[in-house]
């Protein structure tokens, strides 16, 4: 494991809170208004991956101005308004893409600055380009190459040209640790763009699922972890670091999961946990532990499953968040389940249940977005297959499908599928392959390995029923399906 070693600085200048954006979120938690803000966002045609992180940023001042997709949705929401009303600052008043040509190499602080933060101010950017419209914190960014070079570089290339052409600009390069130079320290533009590679890897994982963006995140995954030992400017960066590689290691530690690479993903969530432990910080363990819990489930170690999950939960008690107990608590009944133990997973549900039931928090972590009623749903429905009660499996699995949040493309897939499958097992071979139907069509969009074995499996319950209303159709079409085209940063090509 790694170490940081810090030393001693000013103490970063603390932003002014946006007062006037927090009355506007009224008695609403953070999730509840980012939610608002993404239904927004639908109605006018915009795309924002708002959510509570983003809300918080904004309130607390970290983000002055909102990008052109961001104003456009906010105008939207409290028309009337203008963005000095809602508590920004003027546009022209931002940094923008200053010294391009600057960028190329790390430099050392001009006369009054701080080491680590940008230097200069331009006009904003281009609101045509796709990255920015959907990204929630680009226009706000310290230096915006960097989220540029972030953008192409997690969606091109392979290897260390990936490691290079993400991580250069920001000091955190691999040759950046050369034994005949001394590294860089970070500042808080690198924790700053280590926590947007993490919201960036989540929201395609998201849409396309993770198949096509597990080898190209590990090696940024690898520099961040080597930035770690070069040491931060200051402590509130480095512990910004340790989480921030952290958390980007439970993603590639699910992308490894999702694609069926469960050796890799131990790996990576044991790693996690580590630098959880390290630096004594309950929310990343929390989080290493509830994604160790689903994959031993998934790797067929259900009682490894039940204690990770219970481990979770002890680490998660301070942390005063409803949900996030909910959440572990299905993580828990996923491994009763497994143990065909019908009773532990039905108390575990329970209490998931009313966990659920108390509501959002500010305390919510950000990672959790996905998790509402859809997606306790689709665990519940895990958790009824997992015991052979497939009418209970299919009920839940269909009001998963049907209440996730359009965004969540995946997870749309991924509680079809599940459908399917149980439908197939209840013995109803007509809709099942409807359901899967359905599924083959996202499948364009979606890259997931768990996804296609569930509609493998599906295939070979529906043999028998090919006569069936719907089965031919289904089963012709899946044994011609080729495979997802590649997933680029903006989708499919």
Known sequence: ??????????????????LAFRRLRGPRSPAE???????????????????????????????????YAYERVFLHMFPGRTLTDLGFVPRSSVRGRAARTAVAAPRGPAPGETAGEPHGAAEPYDPRDPWQNDHPNHANHPNHEESDVLRRAFMTGGGATVAAATLAPLGLAPAAAAADRPPRRAGAPEAMALEEAVRRIRLLDDRHGADGLYRRAAAPLRAAYALLDAGATRQTTADRLHAGAGELAISVGWLAHDSGRFDDARSHYAEALATARMTGDAGLEAHAFCNTAFLARDAGRPREAVRAAQAAQRAARPLGSDRLLSLLALREAGGWAGLADRTGCERALARAQALFERGRADADPEWMSFYGEAELAGLEAQCWSALGDWRRASRQARRAAQAQDPHFTRNIALYTAELADDLAREGRPDEAAEAGLRVLALLDQVQSSRIQGMLAGTARVLLPHRRASGVAEFLDRHASYKGPRPVRDGGPV
């Open 1 to 18: 494991m790694t170490s940081s070693t810090v030393t001693s600085s000013q103490p970063d200048r603390p932003p002014r809170p946006n």
């Open 33 to 67: 208004f980012a939610a608002l803000v993404r239904r927004a966002a639908r109605e006018i045609g915009e795309r924002v991956s708002c959510d509570a992180r983003y809300v918080g940023r904004v309130e607390a001042g970290e983000i002055r101005c909102p990008n």
